[in-house]
């Protein structure tokens, strides 16, 4: 049987609560809702202190419950809540430790409790409970230190958030571990709360005051870039401390960059979602690394970190594809605007260095003297350019090519389609494209709102590449069609991030 007492999920309307919250004191207190919510208090529960009713601010219970403090009609959930306020007792020092088990067990034994939404409310309420008026301050914070660690991970219901934030609020003044409660819930609210629980070891250096790490982001063109982290630090927060660095404040431009997490040498390459709490996914065998990934915003070169850093992304793009799809549109053109590496800025390349850096088809249909030519001109004007004036005319330049902003895929085979051999796909935030990287023909184009699910497919062949199969369109016309490709899984996980909208995948 369900409770009465309906415990809700946090809605849009908790993230502004903290602004919206009433500042007066009679207001959402937690002797309110106790009148509300609570059971009919128990000479057990209350001891020999006597109160007419649930008044949790001048009480402390010092003996171990009989029943829930919500009125929980449920029976197995009324057990667990017993249970996970001797847990509590336990783990603040209120009661004896059971044998063979210590402090970090019982603390990570009530947040596995805190899994069971029904038992949310129940076991914030019996934190709150235990901290207030505690007469021993060694105890009260550890069961601050708790709470701390249960705002970061869990919200309360919507009817119980109001009471909570009064509380931390109230308490904040004085108490550090209240400010931090308040900080954890608030990133809570807007990022929804830990998924998969902190590891013994996490909760360990938390409890110590050692919940910061230095972690390493590595930026385009081989640069590093170092922060710092905290328990529930989630990737929008450091994409946003990377904007910054950039002088971007455009939110709307924020979410155009993305932290991707590689895991091994390549064997797992995914876009992190802005709600990933960053200490969930990073391992020893994980790398993050950041770059632009939705090209919507005009670019505006008023800053010069944020000038070099799409610089080196633009010259330095990891899909060879796509710079061999620039040139094949007009060779002598694209080299004349393209920084070639290894080559000088007092003459021309040698004519078998720009043979090896031409896609192999072209290299027997281009005039070497007439690039040549082109190229000593570019030389000529670039001695006038600074570094970073150079750095805006290629980006200038290579953003007027057809697959500029685009994510690049070498596609080794698509359903339904005849294509002479690989073939380039484009994926940006809008659509998919399928395009022959010689006659530059666009050969299929889905519009990624209309894609309804994805599905990872085994190789077709023995140690063959896997493939991706999409499927689109309207329910009068259902469409399938499946790429193979190395990157299949990265693929996927990139049209998840772009589209934000939970495709089903597996």
């Known amino acids: 049987m369900s409770s009465p007492y309906a415990a809700t999920s946090p809605t849009t309307t908790d993230s502004i609560a903290y602004a919206s919250l009433s500042t007066d004191s009679h207001s959402y207190t937690m002797q309110e809702f106790a009148l509300c919510h609570f059971r009919k208090p128990q000479p057990a529960l209350w001891g020999s202190m006597g109160a007419p009713g649930p008044t949790i601010q001048s009480l402390w219970p010092q003996a171990p419950i009989k029943e829930s403090l919500i009125s929980l009609s449920d029976e197995d959930t009324n057990k667990q809540a017993v249970e996970s306020f001797r847990v509590l007792m336990q783990f603040m020092g209120d009661q004896p430790k059971p044998r063979g088990k210590n402090d970090l067990e019982l603390l990570y034994e009530l947040l596995k409790l805190c899994r069971e939404e029904n038992l949310r409310d129940e076991i914030y309420c019996q934190v709150i409970k235990q901290v207030t008026c505690h007469p021993q301050p060694e105890h009260c914070t550890r069961g601050w230190n708790l709470l701390s660690l249960l705002t970061g991970c869990f919200s309360p219901s919507a009817t119980l958030m109001p009471y909570v934030i009064k509380f931390l609020q109230n308490s904040g003044s004085s108490q550090e571990l209240a400010r931090n409660s308040q900080e954890h819930l608030q990133r809570t609210v807007k990022y929804g709360g830990r998924q998969r629980l902190p590891s013994l070891g996490e909760i360990q250096a938390f409890l110590k005051g050692q919940g910061m790490r230095s972690l390493l982001i590595h930026l385009p063109g081989g640069v590093d870039y170092r922060t710092t982290i905290q328990t529930f630090t989630v990737a929008a927060e450091v994409v946003e401390e990377l904007c910054r660095q950039m002088g971007i404040t455009d939110p709307q431009e924020m979410q155009e960059f993305a932290l991707f997490l590689i895991k091994k040498e390549g064997e797992l390459v995914r876009p992190l979602l802005p709600h990933e709490y960053l200490n969930s996914v990073v391992e020893q065998d994980t790398s993050l690394h950041s770059r632009r990934l939705i090209w919507e915003t005009p670019l505006h070169f008023d800053n010069p970190t944020y000038i070099t850093t799409h610089y080196k992304q633009v010259?330095?793009?990891?899909?060879?594809?796509?710079?061999?799809?620039?040139?094949?549109?007009?060779?002598?053109?694209?080299?004349?605007?393209?920084?070639?590496?290894?080559?000088?800025?007092?003459?021309?390349?040698?004519?078998?260095?720009?043979?090896?850096?031409?896609?192999?088809?072209?290299?027997?249909?281009?005039?070497?003297?007439?690039?040549?030519?082109?190229?000593?001109?570019?030389?000529?004007?670039?001695?006038?350019?600074?570094?970073?004036?150079?750095?805006?005319?290629?980006?200038?330049?290579?953003?007027?090519?057809?697959?500029?902003?685009?994510?690049?895929?070498?596609?080794?085979?698509?359903?339904?389609?005849?294509?002479?051999?690989?073939?380039?796909?484009?994926?940006?935030?809008?659509?998919?494209?399928?395009?022959?990287p010689c006659s530059q023909k666009q050969c299929c184009s889905i519009t990624l709102k209309d894609l309804h699910r994805l599905h990872l497919l085994s190789p077709l062949e023995s140690e063959g590449p896997p493939g991706l199969e999409l499927n689109y369109g309207s329910a009068d016309n259902p469409q399938t069609i499946w790429f193979e490709l190395l990157k299949a899984q990265e693929l996927m996980h990139t049209i998840v991030f772009l589209t934000d909208r939970g495709l089903p995948s597996k």
């Open 315 to 436: 010259s330095c793009h990891p899909h060879p594809g796509l710079h061999a799809a620039y040139r094949s549109l007009d060779p002598g053109l694209q080299l004349a605007n393209e920084p070639l590496p290894g080559w000088g800025t007092s003459k021309p390349p040698p004519s078998q260095d720009m043979l090896n850096y031409l896609p192999k088809p072209l290299r027997g249909h281009v005039n070497i003297p007439i690039i040549k030519k082109l190229i000593d001109q570019e030389l000529r004007q670039l001695q006038v350019y600074n570094s970073q004036e150079a750095q805006i005319s290629f980006i200038e330049a290579v953003s007027q090519l057809p697959l500029f902003g685009y994510t690049v895929y070498v596609v080794l085979r698509v359903s339904q389609m005849a294509l002479p051999g690989p073939s380039l796909l484009g994926l940006n935030h809008q659509h998919l494209i399928v395009m022959d």
